[in-house]
């Protein structure tokens, strides 16, 4: 198990016009803990990786396992076991040779090797492979070689770079049990890299979400779905994405504009007043009734996507230029080109500032919609 430190970390990738400056990194992963590591294309996420297995060099910063500097180490002096997105499996060894070579390397004994590649097999339900290829195996048997691989490397950190990322879908949802479990039974400080939400969602027990400006947060997966820090984040998790409503706030409350005007009533500081504020709305808090009666905001159900169990609705305003809005509706029945007037539990929505930063309602009171 290891403690992991990064202390403002840069890193500059290519040259000339298509430079790219990765921002300073200022951050801790406790021991034991699995981190995934999240963020869109191009932000940095497999380099970070890099940098701390020691296979990128830092231009500046510094990198720490268990507090002992460890950014001037060599990559095979770092006690680290990779996953990569390809495998990286040895084309021209056996299953059996490919698992045990790491301790061939450090000239294990042949009969200590056999014995711990065995056992690593069976844990990893393989065993009947030992004598195969890596090209007679399907995704998911050559992904398990990986993680074994990497396991009787004996790391102090296992990193993982996408490593479901070329399976298919259900497979993906058995690899990641199995990542889980492995992980509760060795104990073993993991990061892992994704772009999928789900994955980091199910996985991880804190995400550390990067943009091109760096870490935008860091924190559970309950806190950063319920309490994102701005609307970067507020956008990134949740499928469908949340809804984004613009508003004027003032002594009153908050004003919805979406054709017609619907108030907020909210005691919000007076800082805030006179200012244009963003209301966020999960899909799954909303209500939806055919009676005028029930009043909220009255719109026309544009599409509909049936998912089984569940429906993806999105509507359309009556007025305005509003983008239309997602609402998840369990058991709807309803038609498209209908009218339907949508409601939501105040207790539910997200508010930003102008600068796209939340607002924490929890600390203010909120009464009800007009």
């Not at 990497?150 to 497979?171: G, H, I, T």
């Not at 508003?247 to 200012?275: F, M, Q, R």
């Amino acid at each position: 198990m290891s403690q992991v430190s990064l202390r403002q970390v840069t890193k500059i990738l290519g040259s000339g016009a298509n430079q790219y400056h990765f921002p300073s990194i200022t951050v801790e992963f406790a021991t034991g803990e699995f981190v995934a590591i999240v963020g869109p294309s191009g932000v940095g996420k497999s380099t970070l990786l890099r940098l701390i297995a020691g296979l990128e060099t830092l231009d500046s910063g510094e990198i720490h396992f268990d507090n002992v500097k460890v950014d001037s180490l060599a990559s095979h002096e770092r006690n680290v076991g990779m996953v990569f997105q390809n495998y990286a499996l040895f084309p021209h060894l056996t299953v059996a040779e490919n698992l045990g070579y790491s301790l061939s390397v450090k000239n294990v004994d042949k009969t200590l090797i056999s014995g711990d590649v065995k056992d690593v097999a069976k844990r990893l339900a393989i065993g009947n492979l030992l004598d195969r290829y890596p090209r007679q195996l399907s995704g998911g048997q050559r992904q398990r070689v990986a993680i074994g691989r990497a396991m009787l490397s004996k790391p102090q950190l296992f990193l993982f770079d996408e490593p479901f990322s070329n399976l298919d879908p259900e497979l993906r949802k058995q690899m990641r049990q199995e990542l889980k479990d492995l992980h509760l039974s060795l104990a073993a400080t993991t990061l892992f890299v994704t772009h999928d939400q789900h994955e980091a969602m199910a996985l991880a027990q804190r995400i550390l979400l990067l943009s091109e400006t760096g870490i935008e947060q860091f924190d559970t997966p309950q806190n950063i779905y319920q309490y994102p820090s701005n609307l970067y984040v507020a956008r990134f998790f949740g499928d469908p994405k949340i809804n984004e409503f613009k508003a004027w706030a003032d002594s009153e409350g908050v004003h919805i504009d979406c054709g017609t005007t619907y108030t907020l009533k909210c005691d919000l500081p007076s800082e805030l007043y006179n200012s244009v504020v963003t209301v966020g709305v999960r899909p799954r808090a909303f209500s939806l009734s055919v009676d005028a009666k029930n009043h909220g905001l009255n719109m026309q159900l544009a599409q509909i996507e049936y998912l089984g169990d569940t429906q993806y609705l999105y509507l359309s305003p009556l007025e305005g230029s509003h983008k239309n809005i997602a609402v998840v509706a369990d058991d709807e029945r309803m038609s498209v080109n209908q009218m339907v007037y949508v409601t939501f539990r105040l207790q539910d929505i997200l508010l930003f500032d102008e600068n796209s930063q939340r607002i924490p309602l929890e600390n203010y009171t909120l009464s009800d919609i007009e």
